[in-house]
């Protein structure tokens, strides 16, 4: 009986970090340090995007700079 469990209990972790990392992309934006833009990613980039201590490195679509940035949430603009 458990080993039937455990793969609907994974199933259900991973859609739960699926959904969670979606919601997060939606509700952020990053702020190039050279050019002041502010731009957001798409939800696979942003689950996909290499991340440490709280920043992704992504790239600005404006000026072109990749590095590591913070996620701003969209409402503390």
Known sequence: MAAQIVPIVALFVVMMALIFVALRAKTTHFECPVCGC???????????????????E????????????????????
């Open 38 to 56: 502010t731009f957001k990613v798409s939800i696979s980039a942003f689950m996909v995007a290499f991340h440490v201590l709280g920043k992704r």
């Open 58 to 77: 992504v790239t600005c679509p404006n000026c072109g700079y990749r590095g590591l940035l913070p996620p701003i949430n969209d409402d503390e603009q």
